[in-house]
């Protein structure tokens, strides 16, 4: 952190954000230059998101914090619900390409210096390997604690506070505070590639435990490498919506197009 | 392979080296400048390497090669099985620094300039894979189809011919080429953290196919950046033997002494 910081952050409503808000508004208590405002996308996922964003508002009431709300239904004109009939393609990709994209944008317009996401360990180990199972490590190079390679106005510096801590530790801080959201996993998830590499992951560590920390530091140890290999990937500005892209047309917009298209024929 | 070579096939008896060996039997057949020999060593493992051994002998015979035998009895004064009643020790770890310390040794003195192992696609994913779950990253530069970091003239370049084929491959290739011995596997091997990880990779090869193909891709992405990153490390002599090693005494002699204090007691 710098010394002036507007930090955002990303809200969804869970035990992992809901922690690193706790923790930042705390830090900020005690740093009057370091100033606290949350942001969270609705990406309307029905008995799901809805529930975790009533929570994410009742606790920024109770701690004081604006809440800043971005749903796709408004921004792009469908839910992610409605946009998933439409299109086949798998719910990860595309609500992470869309939330992404608004979180940078929103955040932006917002003035947030950075952004603060939830991120803990064991959602980086299970980053780390997908990138390497599916051959993606220039997928990898954008990872760390500090998201991304190369710099660019347009980008708001995501960071991940939770960096080291497992989902256990976050989810005791979690409990004890009264932060605990009663479990709730969005709906799409067991459909996930993630989700087969998570129960692997934890497979692995109940049998070896620190395997996730050992595979992080690994990591960590060839991040500055990658970055350097990849750092001369040029960002573009997308012709459509001007946001940063690495093609001519960001993914968010190819998608948006898509949906257009299905919706006209 | 350089314009003249005597290689030095390292032979178990099993199908992957057994392959190899027939590979680049046919290829010195139509290439006059490169010699093939043989070596194996019989770590003296009661019911399994003495089967293993009697086919490696009989293909070499076959196929008029020269096999050298080294014994770790003769060699060190007791057979594995002997020292895994004497020291509390994993047997794969011991074996391993016992195997490639003779197999160097012997293939200096034999005159081989390279010596071909079986590893194959699997071998190669399940160490990269053990590494990093114990964050072992060093070891790791000392992977790839050419191994090792450092150039000494005291060490001989080791590659893996099959470092690109699936074990099923080199399975089909063995059987098809009457080379498959009775899928004999060590006794030991149930015991070791490389077949828990062997078992954890199948799993994800079958859920998703290409998993161990995108693994290694992405290591021989990262491995130039490893063998820079660790090309400082320097090889000395061990003070005991005068064989290359990282540490003043060897692990192989730091075993030797350990083996001869517990015999004396």
Redesign the interface.
Known sequence: LDKEEHLGIALSGGKDSLTVLNLLNNLSKQNPKIKISAIAIDEGIHDYRDKTLKTAKEFCDQISIKLNIYSYKKEFGLTLDEMLKILNVKPCTICGIFRRYLLNKKSRELKFTKIATGHNLDDECQSIMM???????GASARLGPKVGIVKDEKFIQRIKPLYLCTEKEVTTYAFINGLLDNFTECPNVSRS?RA?IRD?LN??EN??PG?K???V???L??LP??K??FKHESIKACVKCKEPSSKDVCNACHYVEKLKIVCEK
């Open positions: 990138n390497q199972m599916k051959n993606n490590i590639y087969q692997m497979q692995m049998k070896f395997t920390y050992s595979i530091n690994s990591f140890q060839t490498m990658l350097e290999k």
